[in-house]
């Protein structure tokens, strides 16, 4: 919070996020005039693997922005989608075009305040746990109910995948691969 102070973007070190969501990014900070906070969401479908549940943050939006925030885990079961809350409520069924947040986040350097207050928080509540996870998508949401942030929002038609599960990783590199044959990465990502 120190260094940066122009608009910013952060991912998850291990995921592959498409070149077209950060073209939506690049357009999202133009658009708004390097004004807003921004989220990239995908279409759930887009984002499951094949090998068994993945955790996925559930978005709903209204007029562009994001209004809730649920983070599940999510898994294809037969012809169903079902989606079960970290939170334990019950599961439910979604549908594939359902937007989910993959941390692909546009942010103004005023985020690093709120952020804090609600980390410290976490730690407060979780500081004898050796398994809870602060989750980027829940605080963000919080900071929303309390009015303090807001998330304009764009879903992104990018392709994502990411290696959840050692199986994932033939799927990975053969579309890595693909891209490379066709000319949109250069060959030096093999």
């Known amino acids: 919070k120190e260094v940066i102070k122009e608009p910013f973007v952060i991912i998850n070190a291990d995921d592959f996020y498409g070149k077209e969501a950060f073209l939506d990014a690049i357009n999202f900070l133009k658009e708004t005039n390097y004004q807003e906070n921004g989220a990239i969401l995908y279409k759930l479908g887009n984002t499951l693997s094949a090998n ?16 809730l925030a649920l983070e599940c885990n999510v898994q294809k079961i037969g012809e169903k989608i079902i989606a079960k809350p970290l939170n334990n409520n019950q599961s439910f069924e979604v549908d594939s075009s359902y937007p989910v947040s993959m941390n692909m986040f546009i942010f103004m350097p005023t985020i690093f305040g709120s952020l804090e207050e609600e980390f410290n928080h ?18 963000l949401f919080k900071l929303i109910l309390k009015h303090k942030i807001t998330i304009k929002t764009k879903i992104t038609h990018s392709l994502w995948f990411g290696m959840t599960y050692k199986e994932d990783k033939k799927l990975v ?7 490379i044959e066709q000319g949109i990465y250069p060959d030096r990502l093999r």
């Open 122 to 139: 976490f730690i407060k509540e979780h500081k004898t746990s050796l398994v809870a996870e602060a989750i980027i998508i829940e605080d």
């Open 52 to 67: 068994g549940e993945v955790k996925r943050g559930l978005c709903e939006i209204k007029n562009d922005e994001l209004t």
């Open 173 to 179: 590199v053969n579309n890595i691969k693909k891209k």
